[in-house]
């Protein structure tokens, strides 16, 4: 629960406190532009330009009101991700717990037949 409230905290804190995303130094984005596009086709052929677009995409994740998006799923993900390991090893200490149990009823009517 703490895990959620702080991440959903920062969210909201990085998305009301987010700037712009800063532009490019250029003064335009080289991959709208037909000749960049291009070139990239040109010398790395098609999974240069899709490698290219996620580059670019995965980048915006880190800026801006996307930042805060990108926190919170990061914060969900990380809740379920505990919660199935901490319900995992539980299921798992219940199972030894009862075959220790087991084992020391079987140890015990052992004992009493001689």
Avoid: C
């Amino acid at each position: 629960m703490a895990i959620l409230i702080a991440g959903f905290g920062a969210a909201i804190i990085i998305y009301f406190t987010a700037g712009a995303i800063p532009e490019n130094p250029l003064g335009y984005e080289p991959l709208e532009t037909k000749k960049y596009v291009h070139d990239l086709e040109l010398y790395g052929g098609k999974a240069n330009v899709l490698g290219e677009e996620f580059r670019e995409w995965f980048i915006g994740l880190w800026y801006g009101k996307n930042l805060a998006y990108t926190v919170a799923v990061i914060t969900i993900l990380s809740v379920l991700t505990l919660r199935f390991i901490a319900n995992t090893l539980e299921e798992h200490n219940a199972r030894e717990v009862a075959r220790h149990f087991r084992n020391a009823r079987l140890d015990a009517d052992d004992f009493d037949r001689f």
